[in-house]
C-alpha cells in the first residue's frame, strides 16, 4: 500500500443507475485499455455495495473529479463532511457528477474477480471532456497538478 500509495492517480467517481435509484462510489482505479475497441477498466470491492449495482444495471458511468470536487471524493467514499444531497446531471442516460473535467458512458463489457476486487472492462459507449485541472491523490492526500513545463 505505501509503494503504490507513491503512484498519483486522478479521481473519479462512478455511477449507475438501478431501480430508480442512483449509486456512486469514489474510485482511482480506473484506466484505459484498448482503443479498438474502445475499452476502461475499473475497479471494485467485493465487499462495495456498488458492486451487485453495476452488475445489476450492466452500464455505469465514470466522472473525472476537477481540484475543486474533493468533498464530492469524500462523500462517494463514504466519508461525508455533512449530510447532503448530490445533485446529478444526466449524460446518455447514465447519471454523472455535475461539473466533473470529462464523463465516460459504458455498457459492461466483460467482468474478472481479482483477488479482494473485481475487475469491470467498460465498452465506451460516449465521451465529454472539458478544460480544468484534475483532482489527484498521492499517498493517502489530494493534489492538484501544478504545470512545471520547462521554460527554456
Known amino acids: 500500500r505505501d509503494v503504490l500509495g507513491r503512484w498519483?492517480?486522478?479521481?473519479?467517481?462512478?455511477?449507475?443507475?438501478w431501480?430508480?435509484?442512483?449509486?456512486?462510489m469514489t474510485a482511482n482505479a480506473v484506466m484505459s485499455v484498448s482503443l479498438k475497441p474502445p475499452l476502461i477498466l475499473v475497479s471494485i470491492?467485493?465487499?462495495?455495495?456498488?458492486?451487485a449495482k453495476v452488475?445489476?444495471?450492466?452500464?455505469?458511468?465514470?466522472?473525472?473529479?476537477?481540484?475543486?470536487?474533493?468533498a464530492l471524493s469524500l462523500h462517494f467514499a463514504g466519508q461525508r463532511q455533512r449530510n447532503e444531497?448530490?445533485?446529478?446531471?444526466?449524460?446518455?442516460g447514465?447519471?454523472?457528477?455535475?461539473?466533473a473535467l470529462a464523463y465516460i458512458a459504458c455498457k459492461v463489457y466483460d467482468a474478472h474477480p481479482a483477488g479482494?476486487?473485481?475487475?469491470?472492462l467498460?465498452?465506451?459507449?460516449?465521451l465529454w471532456a472539458r478544460p480544468g485541472r484534475p483532482l489527484t491523490f498521492y499517498q493517502g492526500r489530494y493534489y492538484a497538478l501544478q504545470d512545471i513545463e520547462d521554460k527554456k
Open 55 to 70: 452488475r445489476a444495471a450492466n452500464h455505469f458511468a465514470v466522472s473525472i473529479l476537477s481540484s475543486e470536487q474533493k
Open 94 to 99: 447514465l447519471p454523472v457528477i455535475k461539473n
Open 8 to 17: 498519483v492517480t486522478g479521481v473519479a467517481v462512478i455511477t449507475t443507475a
Open 116 to 120: 479482494d476486487h473485481v475487475l469491470f
Open 85 to 92: 444531497t448530490v445533485a446529478f446531471d444526466w449524460f446518455m
Open 19 to 24: 431501480k430508480d435509484q442512483v449509486h456512486g
Open 122 to 126: 467498460g465498452e465506451v459507449e460516449h
Open 45 to 51: 470491492d467485493e465487499k462495495a455495495s456498488m458492486l
